[in-house]
């Protein structure tokens, strides 16, 4: 895969050249460009940035930058090839696991990572005519700018690419793994030594028992999603349920409506 990032600070994505999304560089796995938008400039001061129409505060990027920045990185790739336009903004979709794996079949990412109070409209209006375009949130609150965006994306992503992460099975139990867990949170997870601080270790991972253990993951994942994700619970397909998940839900307060859905009608029991 190829990602180019366009960015007034460089140096702010200095981590991708560390940890998985570096490794995955340094074997060729994902080839990452971060270009400086101000190379495409023309004027003394490099300016990239001016008041906006309408009033207000604050500054809003020019587009004639990101235009040629964004023309230069397409006539860079192969002919006829377009990349996927990933933009982080507050005031975009969720990104999700769901979406991350979406991103991580496309061959080329550019993202738009922006400052002060964003990149005039008309960017994003030009080139969703020509390529398929994403506005990304990373969550419910206002970052600075686009660039830690960049990199909670990027290494979401790149962790899904054949090959870079160490054990191909390790990410079908992830939280919010589409299909897998039931799209639940994980649970708890131990390692040696048996006792730490007088605290033991749950004491079916010690007993060999494959089903039992799968069992008990199941069962705390779902007891975690219920206290912490009620909206996973609610939202969950009932199909993907057996008898011991309905009787555990059951348990933890959830009722089960017409059409099949959990509720939880009195709220939260013990859990
Ligand atoms: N830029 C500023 N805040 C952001 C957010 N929450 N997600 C993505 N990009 C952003």
């Known amino acids: 895969m190829r990602i180019d990032v366009v960015t007034i600070f460089p140096e702010y994505l200095e981590p991708l050249n560390v940890s998985l999304v570096g490794k995955a560089r340094a074997r060729g796995q994902l080839d990452v460009r971060v270009h400086d938008l101000r190379q495409w400039t023309h004027d003394r001061h490099h ?9 207000g505060p604050g500054m809003v990027m020019k587009p004639e930058p990101w235009g040629e920045a964004l023309d230069a990185i397409e006539a860079s790739g192969p002919q006829g090839t377009a990349p996927v336009m990933v933009v982080p903004t507050p ?42 375009v994403h506005e990304v949130s990373i969550g419910d ?17 790149a962790r899904l690419l054949p090959g870079v992460l160490g054990n191909a099975e390790s990410h079908r139990d992830d939280s919010f793994a589409p299909g897998a867990m039931a799209d639940l949170l994980e649970g708890p997870v131990y390692t040696k030594p048996p006792v730490w601080r007088d605290r033991d270790i749950p004491e079916v991972l ?3 028992h494959h089903g ?3 069992r008990w993951r199941r069962d705390q994942a779902f007891r975690r999603t219920s206290a912490l994700r009620p909206d ?23 009722t089960q409506g017409p059409d099949g859905r959990f509720g939880r ?6 859990e």
């Open 47 to 55: 300016t990239v940035d001016d008041t906006p129409y309408g009033g």
């Open 91 to 132: 005031s975009g979709r969720p990104f999700t696991q769901r979406l991350a794996v979406e991103l991580s079949a496309k061959p080329w990412l550019v993202f738009t990572p922006a400052r002060y109070e964003g990149i005039d409209r008309r960017v994003v209006d030009a080139y969703a005519e020509r390529w398929e």
């Open 141 to 157: 609150y206002v970052l600075a700018g686009g660039e830690a965006a960049v990199l909670v994306i990027t290494e979401a992503v």
């Open 206 to 208: 010690l007993s060999g």
């Open 212 to 214: 039992k253990i799968a």
């Open 232 to 254: 996973l619970i609610e939202r969950c397909d009932p199909a993907a349920l057996d008898k011991h998940d309905r009787a555990l839900l059951a348990e933890l307060g959830w």
């Open 265 to 270: 009608p009195g709220g939260p029991v013990e």
